[in-house]
């Protein structure tokens, strides 16, 4: 069968999320191509007979559904599946209509079995299995995505991850309604070499995108330690929750040794009365004490926000303004950040919560509607934002006064793609 697999947008990496699937189905016996419209225009569905979208995430999703509508204009007799964390939402809007079928979890068994033209089978698939090397040669090279900026240059960057899902419940978060607290481990030798040949492809530094590194963590720790030891030169870095940068304080004199120049986490607000309608885990005094603890050991904080929720006050987001500024935390995060809305798309844990008014559902957003006081104030931080405005802006339009000169924020490590979701 020729099977032509599409990622519309992986976070500016890469996309391990079409590499994985094309391996599993060549080792299948198929023909399969690639696309990736974040980097490349279409090309192929000519020759496709069956055609697959990665959608790991909700901008993904979004444009996934205006690519199918437009293949399935141009050819409508061609099936056309949709896979990944966000296949589940908004399938009032996408099965039968733009999609014949969905999968969700660890789908690339299904996805074999879909393209053999097996029967349907549930929509989310959490079977453990093993993983084959990913088909990075049919992907566009690393130059063409995300890099590391450091020290006044940019590197290549490899996008790999160590495990799936996460053991954590986290309300506003998408894993849980598709994981259900479950994680599924992506074995070391497959995460070994897929590291060995993006080092050959030219990559200097590899982000470890699971949800939480250290869900798994002695997997993770091997991981780390054998890919120091095979290439030392290489630097990483990777996503986890503020509790397990405190949980697990000992780890990190371990990762800084090994490559790790940041750590992603999410610390969302810095509220606790919102963190804990959220499950987060952590308070705010926390989130101080977990900045502290990562540059002990030489390690930059990155923490991912999300200002703006149904329950959301003024004060609250300028307390967030306020944390960064005081924390010296102005070249860690980018002014996106500071405009994140809470999304709640079908399935989200939020919604069982009674406190709060979630509005109609936009199957075209994948999220409910709420609306809040704050929302022009959200607005306004977006377009700053989206033209290139940097924190003294953000900071003049949430605490009021003239916009301050913050002076340089160089020498932070970071990736040159500042987008989340």
Request: glycine share 8%.
């Given at each position: 069968?020729r099977?032509?697999?599409?990622?519309?947008?992986?976070?500016?990496?890469?996309?391990?999320?079409?590499?994985s699937?094309?391996?599993a189905?060549?080792?299948?016996?198929?023909?399969v191509?690639?696309?990736?419209?974040?980097?490349?225009?279409?090309?192929?569905?000519d020759?496709?007979?069956?055609i697959?979208?990665?959608?790991?995430?909700?901008t993904?999703m979004r444009?996934a559904?205006?690519?199918?509508?437009?293949v399935?204009?141009?050819?409508?007799?061609?099936?056309?599946?949709?896979?990944?964390l966000?296949?589940?939402?908004?399938r009032?809007?996408?099965?039968?209509?733009?999609?014949?079928?969905?999968?969700?979890?660890?789908?690339?068994?299904?996805?074999?079995?879909w393209?053999a033209?097996?029967?349907?089978?549930?929509?989310?698939?959490?079977?453990?299995?093993?993983?084959?090397?990913?088909?990075?040669?049919?992907?566009?090279?690393?130059?063409s995505y995300?890099?590391?900026?450091?020290?006044?240059?940019?590197?290549?960057?490899?996008?790999?991850e160590?495990?799936?899902?996460?053991?954590?419940?986290c309300?506003?978060?998408?894993?849980?309604?598709?994981?259900d607290?479950?994680?599924?481990?992506?074995?070391?030798?497959?995460?070994?070499?897929?590291?060995e040949?993006?080092?050959?492809l030219?990559?200097r530094?590899?982000?470890?995108?699971?949800p939480?590194?250290l869900?798994?963590?002695?997997?993770s720790?091997?991981?780390?330690?054998a890919?120091h030891?095979r290439?030392?030169?290489?630097?990483?870095?990777?996503?986890t929750?503020?509790?397990?940068?405190l949980?697990?304080?000992?780890?990190?004199?371990e990762?800084?040794?090994?490559?790790?120049?940041f750590?992603?986490?999410a610390?969302?607000?810095?509220?606790?009365?919102?963190?804990?309608?959220?499950?987060k885990?952590?308070?705010a005094?926390?989130v101080a004490?977990?900045?502290?603890l990562?540059?002990?050991?030489?390690?930059e904080?990155?923490?991912s926000?999300m200002?703006f929720?149904?329950?959301?006050?003024?004060?609250?987001v300028a307390?967030?303004?306020?944390?960064?500024e005081?924390?010296?935390?102005?070249?860690?995060?980018?002014?996106?950040?500071?405009?994140?809305?809470?999304l709640?798309p079908?399935?989200?844990?939020?919604?069982?919560?009674d406190?709060?008014?979630?509005?109609?559902?936009?199957?075209d957003a994948l999220?409910w509607?709420?609306?809040s006081p704050?929302?022009?104030?959200q607005?306004?931080l977006?377009h700053?934002?989206?033209?290139?405005?940097?924190f003294?802006?953000?900071?003049?339009?949430v605490?009021?006064g003239?916009?301050?000169?913050m002076?340089s924020?160089?020498?932070?490590?970071r990736?040159?793609?500042?987008w989340?979701?």
């Amino acid at each position: 069968m020729r099977v032509l697999l599409a990622s519309t947008y992986e976070l500016g990496h890469q996309p391990l999320h079409v590499a994985s699937p094309a391996a599993a189905l060549r080792a299948a016996g198929h023909d399969v191509r690639c696309v990736d419209l974040a980097v490349e225009r279409w090309h192929d569905v000519d020759w496709a007979e069956r055609i697959a979208f990665s959608v790991p995430m909700h901008t993904a999703m979004r444009l996934a559904v205006r690519a199918a509508e437009q293949v399935r204009e141009q050819r409508p007799e061609l099936p056309i599946c949709f896979y990944g964390l966000y296949a589940p939402v908004s399938r009032d809007r996408t099965l039968g209509r733009v999609a014949d079928r969905l999968i969700a979890g660890e789908y690339e068994p299904a996805l074999v079995r879909w393209v053999a033209g097996e029967p349907e089978e549930a929509l989310v698939q959490l079977g453990r299995g093993s993983f084959e090397l990913p088909a990075r040669d049919l992907l566009p090279p690393l130059e063409s995505y995300a890099h590391l900026a450091l020290d006044g240059e940019e590197r290549p960057v490899g996008y790999v991850e160590a495990s799936h899902g996460c053991v954590h419940m986290c309300r506003h978060c998408p894993i849980p309604s598709v994981y259900d607290g479950r994680i599924r481990i992506v074995g070391a030798d497959t995460v070994l070499a897929d590291i060995e040949q993006l080092v050959a492809l030219g990559a200097r530094h590899i982000t470890f995108g699971d949800p939480d590194f250290l869900n798994g963590r002695k997997h993770s720790l091997a991981i780390v330690h054998a890919m120091h030891e095979r290439f030392p030169d290489l630097t990483f870095d990777c996503t986890t929750k503020v509790e397990h940068v405190l949980e697990f304080a000992h780890l990190w004199p371990e990762l800084a040794a090994c490559g790790c120049l940041f750590v992603v986490t999410a610390v969302e607000l810095l509220n606790d009365e919102i963190l804990a309608r959220l499950d987060k885990g952590h308070d705010a005094r926390q989130v101080a004490d977990a900045v502290a603890l990562l540059r002990e050991h030489g390690i930059e904080p990155r923490p991912s926000l999300m200002p703006f929720t149904p329950w959301t006050t003024h004060e609250d987001v300028a307390d967030i303004v306020r944390f960064v500024e005081r924390h010296d935390l102005i070249g860690n995060v980018d002014p996106v950040q500071f405009s994140i809305r809470l999304l709640v798309p079908e399935g989200s844990l939020v919604l069982e919560r009674d406190d709060w008014e979630p509005g109609a559902y936009d199957p075209d957003a994948l999220s409910w509607t709420w609306s809040s006081p704050l929302d022009g104030l959200q607005r306004e931080l977006a377009h700053i934002a989206e033209r290139g405005g940097e924190f003294g802006e953000i900071r003049a339009a949430v605490l009021g006064g003239p916009q301050l000169e913050m002076g340089s924020i160089e020498g932070r490590p970071r990736l040159t793609e500042p987008w989340f979701c």
